[in-house]
């Protein structure tokens, strides 16, 4: 995990972040039209919009981002859009003892677990587990492999496969772009079943 965090500190720095910016995704703004606001968590929030989005719905939303930087940029988006957010640094792999609160009604992610090693994959499970409500829904977007710049990427049977205790597959498939390439990616929402 260190060295992504120093990686992406580094390209936060010299401004190397082709997903920035993108627009709110199409699944994430169809869910904000079906279910009541409620408490949400942005995970690997970056520079905000999706967290801002959410605020600007009614949601109370937590953004979590390891890096500094993104985050200063979301709080001062945040403050111009006078948009409701916490945002903290905090790391997804566990979350559960960063302190960034619980029992969340929706979980979005928009391109981090995409990126994680497969150890971290576990703990990122687990530890989204831990913070969702009882159907909650998970909405993430992420690269299918063999994007560029390295992101490795997840297949949907790993998905499925990582996925299959405690969550229930509401629906899959293609989401627009999540950079600016057009990197093939793909949405997949569940619902955390009642533990
Ligand atoms: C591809 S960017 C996407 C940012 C934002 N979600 C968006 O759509 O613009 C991935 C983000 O996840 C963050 N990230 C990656 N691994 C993380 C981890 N283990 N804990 C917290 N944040 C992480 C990175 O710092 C980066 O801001």
């Given at each position: 995990m260190a060295f992504k965090q120093t990686l992406f500190r580094l390209l936060y720095r010299i401004g190397f972040t082709p997903w920035d910016g993108h627009p709110v995704a199409a699944q994430l703004q169809k869910l904000v039209e079906e279910l009541p606001a409620g408490n949400a968590i942005d995970l690997?929030?970056?520079?905000?919009?999706?967290?801002?989005?959410?605020?600007?719905?009614?949601?109370?939303?937590?953004?979590?981002?390891?890096?500094?930087?993104?985050?200063?940029?979301?709080?001062a988006k945040a403050a111009a859009a006078k948009a409701q957010v916490n945002f903290v640094k905090a790391d997804v792999t566990k979350l559960s003892h960063e302190g960034v609160g619980d029992n969340f009604h929706l979980i979005v992610d928009n391109g981090?677990?995409?990126?994680?090693?497969?150890?971290?994959?576990?703990?990122?499970v687990r530890e989204v587990s831990a913070v969702a409500a009882p159907h909650a829904r998970l909405l993430i977007t992420a690269f299918l492999p063999g994007g560029r710049f390295g992101v490795r990427g997840v297949e949907p049977a790993e998905m499925q496969r990582r996925f299959s205790a405690g969550w229930t597959l509401l629906s899959s498939g293609r989401e627009g772009q999540l950079d600016e390439e057009?990197?093939?990616?793909?949405?997949?929402?569940?619902?955390?079943e009642n533990p």
């Open positions: 690997g929030c970056g520079t905000g919009d999706a967290s801002i989005y959410l605020a600007q719905h009614g949601w109370t939303v937590t953004g979590v981002d390891y890096v500094d930087r993104p985050l200063d940029a979301a709080r981090c677990l995409h990126n994680l090693s497969d150890g971290d994959r576990v703990h990122y057009q990197t093939p990616t793909n949405y997949y929402l569940y619902e955390r």
